[in-house]
């Protein structure tokens, strides 16, 4: 008789998971109607709250905010006991939403998905499971979490310790008994910090081997704040929706409090009503700046060291727990209860493995450098392979056998942290790229869950298959995920943000900085552009709007606001006289630039009379004559002066090691076109003629400018063509105007509420040029004759009204044989890579600049190191 040949299960989709992510997708795929199985390798859902038992452990995000929202009676039906709820009350509540909406049915325990390949023929994944089940499905949805690879022990001895070994994330379900035990805690995350206490109540003996001290504050723990359950009771809906939107998926208002500005009263103020509150997004949000300056993170630190050392009674105790490496929040930052207060005990000891590390585990303790220690059990709170570990541990192989863990050796790729190219069908939950663990994870982890569903409803919709990232949108993202992380004093740390705690995992910030709100609405435009950047395939063929989700640098998206805050007029609106005077006076309140050498101011004398000029000298050394850069403020040929530019100034000099002459020139309306034109070429003219006096090299000169001030620079490098003279060595046009055409489709997206609007951008044109003269090249050069002008480097902002037509230029004079350096300012808007010192995302920009100017001059020193 043949053998029976068993047929595969079919399911539409496969999750793995039964954790908050894991359940909540098989619901949502459910109302979809699709047939799904859950693998889940633990005996009940919980997922990371099924596995991390150890004693102490809870949630430090407010339980109240912790907590499903996708079915509002869940919410009527259960009443959290505490602020911060005990992992034995989440697991109770996951049980509970499992049970109520019928989900374990579907949920196969025990079970753990050994291998899964894409089948390309068939256009399914094939899933093996450990109990050698073979298994079909066309969507494979990863919900394992971003926290649940434990790290294996990285240390010498470890299998040798003949006593007890308890891991903090594998913790035995009937628990442990340290009464009367010497033990030991290697570790000092949120595991150890929060298991500590706990056992050193039990424990005869506790000794703590810390490698890193690490920031924690008290949790005050208690009822569930009373706050927050009447405005849930008062206003549901509207709390959960402003969860949604905020920056972290909890209702928090971020402050604009500078630390570095605050007054002494108003930082003490501040921290201490963070640390009675005890809650992570209240004492990561005690300045604005925290995150990203280290001198007002030094100050929270401090406070926090002060604290530390207050509690601590031996001196030299409270030194070791002071966190000194790494800025505060950089790594994940505690949340106690009596933490500190358990190093007073006559029976705990810190040891500072700083000082004396761990030789090896033995049979019987610890040996560290300069001392044996016996014990009769060691609890390992190390930590995890977080956000990447479970997911390459999966065995996933996508087209072509590609396997992820291949596919991110040299650290994670994917588009908004939910696919990645190459692997299609294929679903990360909360995955590396998105915000996940920098946010509130139940708030993200509903996000993702509803974008997978609302996709595979699109797909079914729109008859579709197959779903997949392109490589590009993939690059984009990718690229932002890191510019974002870039500006902040994260990356600094050696954390598992970074990948640093585990032993040769590639060092890339994993989750995505940006916000949730950001993030949330780049996910939503992602859809509202035909899945922008996804290939979707089906019997009816293919669809592919291919293309980069541009999206605001957080910097620049936080300046956005506080301008919108401040409700000025628009410009547009007033006078040109009012306009100036608004100008000036913003130009009052901001950081004044880098230190240059010199700044001395005189005046140019022209046919129309004389421009003031500001001169910007580099700190020696070297002394001596030095390359010319003749710059031209922005302003639409209306506004700005001398000090408008002047900290971009600061920052060209310091960055380029050139001598800087920023010229004023005439202004519209009382000047009209061809004015500022004409002032712009006789200033070079002169300069170049003076190059001795103002301390230059004859013959090295380059123009600059930004905006209107970039269109007249380019503008007198054609008069200077056209005139035989002066030599210029090269342009540097930042976002600038190069034609009076306002079509293009940068006008379209970015006309209207990028502070350049293409209201403004009318208004100074019809104060600058007769619209007869608006083809002029000496108003419009892209209209001109392009060839033999010098080498160019041109800025382009993604959100700028002028993009397009800066594109435009780079690729007129490129056709016309000149040399063109295109910098795409990623993420910026018109004004914002020449705010020097408010927006630090625009310094790799500026940095870029830099190197562009001075390569113009091939002989030039090195430029001032300015961050
Ligand atoms: P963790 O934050 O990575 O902490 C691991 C600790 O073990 C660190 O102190 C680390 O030192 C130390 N360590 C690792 N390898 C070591 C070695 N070979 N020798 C000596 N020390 C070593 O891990 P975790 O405490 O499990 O927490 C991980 C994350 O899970 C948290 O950041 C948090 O997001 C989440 N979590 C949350 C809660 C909660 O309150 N809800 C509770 C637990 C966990 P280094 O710092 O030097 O690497």
Known sequence: MNKPVSVPEQFDAVVVGAGFSGLYMLYRLRQLGLSVKVFESAGDVGGTWYWNRYPGARC???????????????????????????????LEYLRFVADRHGLRSDVEFSATVTSARWDEPEQRWRITTGHGQEIRCRYYIMATGCLSMPKSPDIQGAGRFAGQVYFTSRWPHEGADFTGQRVAVIGTGSSGIQSIPLIARQASQLTVFQRTANFSIPAHNGPAPADRLKQLGEDRDGYRHAARWSRGGIPVEPTDVLGVTASEAVRRERFEAAWEQGELFGILNVFADQGVNP???????????????????????AEALCPQDHYFGTKRPCLDTSYFETYNLPHVRLVDLGKQPIVSITEDGIETADESFGFDAIVYATGFDAMTGALVAADVAGRDGLSLKDKWAAGPSTYLGLMTAGFPNFFMLTGPGSPSVLSNMTVSIEQHVDWVAGCLEDLREEGFETIEPTVLAEAGWDQHVQDCAAITLYPTANSWYMGANVPGKPRVFLPYIGGVNAYRQACDEVIAQGYLGFRMTGPGGTRCRDGVIHRMQPDVAMVMELVAAMGMPPMDTLSAADARALMAATAQTRPPGPEVGEVTDGVIPVPAGELPYRLYRPAAPPEGPRPLVVYFHGGGWVLGDLDSDDPLCRDLCARSGAVVVSVNYRHAPEARFPAAAQDAFAAVQWVDANAIELGGIPGQLAVAGWSAGANIATVACQLARDAGGPHISGQLLICPVVDSDMTRPSYEENGDGYILTTTLMRWFWDHYADPADRGDPRAAPLRGDLEGLPPACIVAADFDPLRDEGVAYARALEAAGVPVRLARARGHTHTSVTMVGVVISGAPVRAEIGEALRNFFPSAEPQEHVS
């Open 60 to 90: 430090d995000i407010p339980t109240t905010d912790y907590t499903y929202s996708f079915d509002p009676e869940l919410e009527k039906e259960w009443t959290w006991s505490e602020k911060y709820a005990t992992q034995p009350e989440i």
């Open 295 to 317: 001198a007002s993170n030094d100050i929270v630190a401090e406070m926090i060291r002060e604290k530390i050392r207050s509690t601590v009674q031996d001196p030299g105790t």
